[in-house]
């Protein structure tokens, strides 16, 4: 497993009951740390790759088959999920929440239910290689705390 990932995961301070929408689960690594922390929530995670979401069912079959996990392609602008509300929504090195921040949140905090907070996990461009792995986890931060209306 990432430690990358498991640090990423442990800054979410998850609760065993938490709604959680992960965009841009890739191949369901984070998915899975997730889930192992839920008892009686549940985790969205949604991708734009169908290849990557093939490859998060099958590591998350059996999170999938008790009900806990669910998993779509979908790209964040078209995403539609209705009246769901997560008290966690969080993302790991997807564009949109590097590139455009407020446009990002702006899409995700419909979904947030009271008191929810959305995380986006970047790291700097010049920063590729073997120093991701450090300065993604240390740069790390609240993209919003949101109340919902």
Known sequence: ???RLRSVVEQLDLRPDDRVLEIGCGHGVAATLVCERLDGGHLTAVDRSAKMIEAAIR??????????????????????????????IF???VGLFHRDPDRARA?????????G???????????RGAAVETSLVTRVGRLARTSAR
């Open 1 to 3: 497993m990432s430690e």
């Open 59 to 88: 590591r998350n079959a059996p999170y999938i088959e008790a009900g806990k996990a669910e998993f779509f392609v979908s790209a964040l602008e078209d995403l539609d999920l209705g009246d769901r509300r997560f008290d966690k």
């Open 91 to 93: 993302a790991v090195r």
């Open 107 to 115: 899409i995700v905090e419909r979904w947030l239910s009271a008191g």
């Open 117 to 127: 907070a959305v995380f986006a996990f970047v790291d700097s461009p010049a920063r």
